[in-house]
């Protein structure tokens, strides 16, 4: 490969040899378009125009009195299919048409990259198969069937823990035997290179824009970025305005609540060092170095690895990654519905129930949340926590 793909010592490619030419002539294409005047156009074109580019930076007017510092909100929650994610599937889904490839892979967990993923098969015309396992596939009936309905094939995942994970393993399977007419579109700021990189090239559009808007809005840069991690693709796009500006504090929250069996999934504050889905990051892994389950109210979140320019970051010291409990984002997406009419996704909540611990510390500072989803996917999980029988 040309670059190694490393950030520090974090990230690579650890994979079996049979992908190596896979993942070279993804890394070259990616290389050659990423600064192409005819790809950029048409991906700035369908960002406008399909997914709804740019998105407001709001000043949370109400929630900024309640909690004493002045709060923005960019709105991701906003874009087409209601998440970031659609900007990475964009990105990778028009790369793999310059590529020439006639189908599209990718995993999914509880489906929102699925279907992001589907939604740009179906607008670009490639067909698309979406990896996912058995047991995701029986708790997302829905998200299967919006899937279906762009057109895409689900293939439910048996193996191992029936999640999120084995269905990227498999997907990698079937991306061995199949590169010459396939791209695999992976969801998030993870995997072997070019992954990270490249997903985080699609996402910083996140980042570009707020920066302008804040200073347009403020005159000056905000004390703290605040974002929720999982594979750490909407945190990355939106840090990546920042990193450079020494003085912005960058946050990431991690979903540290228990899961239904009692285990907590915050990566970065609890994982170890170790090598999952081809790169070095922070990884939930037991002593023998077996992946534990990730888990969190919020499927999102439910990863049990990080990106692993997270892993860098952490490292250095230039961004700060906490787990958010499970009662705390809760908290926050109650605040947001109830204070700024806006229902959040329960990933973006992990990052408001973080703003409003900050915001107790640090009266009067200038925050800005990455609002990364809408919650309309997560109210029966809120009414059913709540006890409200819908
Ligand atoms: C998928 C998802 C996330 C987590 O993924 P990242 O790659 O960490 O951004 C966060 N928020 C929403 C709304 C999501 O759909």
Redesign the pocket.
């Known amino acids: 490969m040309i670059l190694d793909g490393k950030f520090g010592k974090y990230g690579g490619a650890f994979v079996p040899e049979l992908l190596i030419p896979a993942l070279e002539e993804l890394e070259k294409a990616f290389l050659k378009y990423k600064d192409d005047e005819e790809f950029n156009k048409e991906l700035k074109y369908y960002l406008r125009e399909f997914a709804g580019r740019p998105t407001p930076l709001y000043y949370a007017k109400n929630l900024s009195e309640k909690l004493g510092c002045k709060i923005y909100l960019k709105r991701e929650d906003l874009l087409h299919t209601g ?3 659609i900007n990475n599937t964009l990105g990778q889904g028009l790369l793999a048409k310059y590529m020439g490839k006639t189908r599209l892979i990718a995993e999914t967990g509880a489906g ?2 699925g279907i992001a993923t589907a939604v740009i098969g179906s607008l670009l015309q490639i067909p698309t198969e979406v990896y996912m396992g058995s047991e995701d596939v029986e708790r997302q009936k829905l998200n299967v069937f919006r899937m279906e309905l762009s057109g895409a094939k689900v293939n439910p995942v048996e193996n191992g823990s029936r999640t999120l994970k084995d269905a990227i393993n498999d997907a990698f399977r079937d991306w061995a035997s199949s590169s010459d007419t396939t791209h695999y579109l992976i ?3 993870m995997g072997p290179h070019p992954y990270p990189m490249m997903v985080k090239h699609f996402q910083r559009v996140i980042g570009k824009e707020t920066k302008t808007q804040i200073l347009k809005n403020e005159g000056k840069l905000p004390d703290v970025v605040i974002a ?8 990355m796009g939106i840090f990546s305005g920042f990193i450079e500006d020494k003085e912005v504090e960058l946050i990431g929250a991690e979903g540290g609540g228990e899961g239904l069996n009692g285990k907590h999934g915050s990566t970065i504050s609890a994982g170890t060092e170790g090598i999952l889905h081809g790169s070095l990051s922070f990884v939930l892994q037991n002593d023998d170095g077996q992946i534990s389950e990730a888990h969190s109210i919020s499927a ?2 439910d990863y049990p690895g990080v990106g692993p320019e997270h892993a860098f970051l952490s490292s250095k010291g230039r961004a700060k990654y906490y787990p958010v409990t499970n009662e705390e984002a809760i908290r926050g997406f109650k605040l947001l519905s109830e204070y700024e009419g806006i229902i959040p ?1 329960l ?2 909540s992990h990052a408001i129930g973080m703003a409003e611990k900050y915001a107790k510390e640090n009266k009067g500072k200038t925050i800005i949340i990455n609002l ?2 809408r919650g309309d996917k997560d109210v029966d999980i809120l009414a059913k926590l709540m006890g409200v029988k819908l």
């Open positions: 998440a970031h994610k929102q990259h969801g998030s700021t929720c991690v999982g594979g750490g693709s909407n945190s999102g979140l996704a990933e973006s990364s989803g």
